[in-house]
């Protein structure tokens, strides 16, 4: 986890995955990245496991016992 | 010199404001076949809160859910008992016209569904239980506009009201000026629906400035100047609730993490004080996880949520010290331990619901996926907000005949869901409303006296920039009000506003449209401003937003009441009034529900 590098500033510079695809499917087809961004959520949406509702629970109740252990008090 | 030539329009309905509420409003309404005008200050396409996008729709409940069982569900929440205080009533007829509302924003194009047809919904932690639609609507502005556009509704971008027009006690219309020509324009109205949002420019530097490109207040944008409540003020109209100011945390770094999606996973961020010692996470994870039902559709029951606890004598416990917190500040935030996959969601959140903000963090070098946010906990405030707004009753009209308030405006109202749902009741009822509405007259020499405050900013030398008053204000509320009252502030803060009223606004200096503009937002923002010191000299207890040093305790006997003011002969009344009980006999309007 980071904080500011010694010069006060963050990390080097980046590109968030969903923002390179926007990008991309804005300038293949020159459009705003307003309209690429509702093509691009769609396909990027496809990796994500949003419907699979056992995973969900899985990853939230995990998370959920992890945060209760490290307060050590009933929820 | 700006263009003083008149145009005059008549319509049925004016709509005033074209966000998530008024476009709605408008639309509904001229599905119905009547005449609309919507005047938008800035551009619909992209105004208000929504206008970057939004990636939640809030919660619904099951169709037919009686007044007691959604009494019993909220209880603990709605009165002014130490949380919010609103009329129970309109937010049962909100929530109970919900499922409606969201098939009707089908209608106008805003998506909202997976492609097998089902609804996207997510798990809510944190309202109450409800699920809450996980929607992907970055473009629901421009979607609306051009739903709008196309029912025939004649709409006025870049055109400010300067006021509202009446005659024996109803309104007939307003006035106003386009912002990129100076044109003078009336309106002549039967009814007129006022949907201009909350109030966000009477504090200091952090909250949206004209002249500031800020992003981290998107469900407040630099536009919200209070118009609607200033114009229904002068016209008679009472407003409530304005010394709740609101407060938290001010997220320093990345201001832009949508905590719409991203809390109701029910994934707490973790937090560390600048001591480096671990704690529980302000913003924008919030509480604990709750046992949030999983119903995976809109409409199923959700658990009930459990009461506030209560100190002896029903009294809420103290709120945390505010000394205590600022010491511990900054708190840094992080996120960097969720699982990859809540990322990437994270990431599609951003984008639905502020791209914009997300492109600024990611060319400053800001990646939320592994740094530390952070957050001040300092306890002042940032605007006025959900409490507050324009007394309705039920039926959403205020005391003015024929002027009615919807969405933010309203007091107790906030957030898309209720707003678009407000918007479309109220559109809805407006043929049954103009059915027994006279024909407007108007009074010319109002109109008149309208087009002189519309135009003295431009007859102005060397005068003072709008900016700069604007400025002065918030000092004054800052410094005067903040966020820790008390007596002998506010009296000086009232003394210094009115001084800065009676010499500085006469002067302000609008030489283009765009300051003409800027120049009667001033004048919104400097009555609100007043409203807000004299509501808080009033209320002599601290209670949700609203703390008193003087009297810090809550008062049991201002349980359910609400500070209402109106102006009466030029001055400003301020009093208390019990808010309404929730009808408990009433069932919603089969045509919604």
């Given at each position: 986890m980071a904080f500011m590098d010694e010069n006060g500033h963050y990390e080097s510079k980046f590109e968030y995955p969903l923002w390179t695809l926007i990008k991309k499917i804005a300038d293949k087809k020159d459009i705003s990245y307003s309209e690429a961004s509702q093509e691009a959520i769609l396909e990027y949406g496809k990796g994500i496991r949003y419907r699979d509702e056992a995973y969900y629970k899985m990853e939230v109740d995990k998370r959920n016992n992890e945060i209760l252990a490290a307060r050590g008090r009933p929820h | 010199m700006a263009k003083t030539t008149e145009k005059i329009i008549e319509t049925d309905v004016l709509v005033v404001g074209g966000g998530i509420a008024g476009c709605p409003a408008a639309y509904k309404a001229a599905e119905k076949g009547l005449k609309v005008t919507l005047v938008e200050k800035s551009k619909t396409e992209r105004s208000g809160s929504a206008g970057q996008g939004i990636d939640h729709h809030s919660g619904t409940f099951p169709r037919g859910m009686t007044p007691a069982a959604f009494n019993e569900q909220i209880k603990g929440v709605t009165r002014y008992t130490g949380e919010r205080g609103f009329d129970p009533n309109i937010r049962y007829i909100l929530h109970a016209a919900r499922d409606w509302s969201i098939a009707e924003l089908e209608k106008m194009g805003v998506p909202m569904r997976w492609d097998d047809g089902k609804f996207m919904v997510i798990d809510v932690a944190f309202h109450g239980g409800w699920p809450v639609l996980h929607v992907h609507w970055q473009n629901v502005k421009p979607i609306m506009a051009k739903a709008v556009k196309k029912m025939g509704v004649n709409v006025l971008d870049r055109t400010m009201v300067v006021d509202l027009l009446t005659n024996k006690g109803r309104v007939v219309g307003a006035t106003a000026i386009n912002s990129r020509t100076g044109e003078f324009i009336i309106i002549k109205a039967k009814t007129v629906i006022l949907a201009t949002a909350k109030c966000a420019r009477i504090f200091d530097s952090e909250t949206p400035l004209p002249w500031k490109y800020k992003f981290n207040f998107h469900w407040c944008p630099a536009s919200v100047s209070g118009d609607g409540w200033a114009m229904a003020y002068r016209a008679g109209a009472e407003l409530a609730s304005l010394e709740q100011s609101g407060k938290g945390s001010r997220i320093?770094?990345?201001?832009?993490?949508?905590?719409g999606n991203f809390r109701g996973w029910g994934v707490e961020g973790k937090s560390t004080n600048w001591k480096g010692e671990e704690g529980r996470s302000g913003t924008p994870s919030g509480g604990p996880p709750s046992g949030a039902q999983r119903s995976g559709a809109p409409g199923a029951a959700p658990e009930a949520r459990p009461a506030p606890p209560k100190t002896e004598g029903g009294v809420p416990p103290a709120p945390p010290d505010p000394n205590r917190e600022a010491a511990n500040s900054p708190k840094y935030n992080t996120l960097a331990h969720i699982p990859d996959d809540f990322k990437k969601r994270t990431e599609v959140a951003y984008v639905d619901e502020r791209m914009v903000s997300m492109v600024i963090s990611q060319e400053r070098g800001f990646d939320f996926r592994s740094h530390y946010f952070e957050l001040q906990e300092d306890n002042r405030p940032m605007q006025?907000?959900?409490?507050?707004?324009v007394f309705v009753g039920s039926d959403f009209q205020t005391r003015v005949k024929g002027l009615y308030a919807i969405g933010d405006t309203v007091y107790g109202v906030h957030n898309v869901a209720l707003a678009a749902t407000n918007g479309f009741i109220v559109g809805d009822r407006m043929p049954e409303i103009i059915k027994n509405t006279p024909e407007p007259v108007l009074d010319m020499a109002q109109v008149e006296s309208q087009r002189q405050v519309a135009m003295?900013?431009?007859?102005?030398?060397?005068?003072?920039n709008p900016v700069e008053l604007e400025a002065s204000i918030r000092y004054a509320c800052t410094r005067y009000v903040g966020g820790q009252k008390a007596e002998g502030k506010l009296r000086e803060g009232i003394r210094r506003l009115g001084s800065l009223k009676r010499e500085f606004l006469p002067k302000l200096q609008g030489d283009n449209p765009h300051f003409q503009m800027r120049s009667l937002e001033v004048r919104n923002l400097m009555d609100i401003a007043e409203l807000h010191m004299l509501a808080s000299l009033e209320r002599k207890e601290s209670r949700f937003d609203h703390t008193r040093l003087d009297y810090p305790k809550q008062d049991p006997a201002l349980d359910n009441m609400v500070i209402v003011q109106r102006l009466e002969n030029g001055k400003p009344v301020t009093e208390f009034r019990k808010l309404p009980e929730l009808d408990m006999n009433q069932k919603p309007d089969p045509a919604w529900c």
């Open positions: - | 320093r770094d990345d201001k832009a993490l949508s905590w006025l907000h959900q409490p507050c707004g003295a900013s431009t007859q102005v030398k060397d005068g003072t």
